[in-house]
């Protein structure tokens, strides 16, 4: 990892609390001449209002996704107003599956504005109203990082632990590991839900996170991992 990195592991991990260790990893996503989309993707669909700052190099609409889920309005309220989950539905419907072409700031403004709680109702009713989920109609309807990006805020409100989850698995799924996105999600999730994490992973996957980490990884950066891990 230092020789790939330039950095020594063991200062990356213990740097700095997970909001900041976030900070980081949003800045190295967006400096020099590329930018690491599913990096920012992540962190953004993922986090909490109080934990957004970004300033991206991205473009269209996917840039206009990153923007709203980084201005943080999100509304936190648990209560369900059933007549709004309706007409959210409705235009869900109409911005994609029952029109040519697709109102991507319908999608935007819907997903990275309403409650959880809301949005979960918004995806069942969808799914009862339109014979579809949600999932599937963004994958119909968008391409690139934007439907990448819209699949993993949707995820991400139906289930965090299991979003995380199989980004852990597909960061070490196959030839080589995807250090950086290993080292970042057990890093931040450390202090929040590793432990549904761990949970999730062992129900979706069959084996535990610690025995894919034990199979993929080696040497003193096995023993940080692991430590995290539990």
Known sequence: FKTAYGKDLIKDLKMKAPTLYDA????E????????????IEILSSRSNAEHSIKSDTSGHFLRLLVSLAQG?????????MALVQKDVQELYAAGENRL??????FNAILCTRSQAHLNAVFSEYQRMCNRDIEKSI??????????????VVKCLKNTPAFFAERLYKAMKGAGTKDRTLIRIMVSRSEVDLLDIRLEYKRMYGRSLYT???????????????KLCG
């Open 24 to 27: 980081h990893e949003i800045h």
């Open 101 to 106: 072409g697709t109102d991507e700031s319908k």
């Open 212 to 226: 894919d980490i034990t199979g993929d990884t080696s040497g003193d950066y096995r023993k940080i991992l692991l």
């Open 73 to 81: 309005n999100r509304d936190e309220s648990p209560n369900i107003d």
């Open 139 to 152: 994958c119909r309807e968008m391409s690139g990082n934007l439907e990448s990006g819209m699949l993993a």
């Open 29 to 40: 996503a967006i400096k020099g001449a590329g930018t690491d989309e599913d990096c920012l």
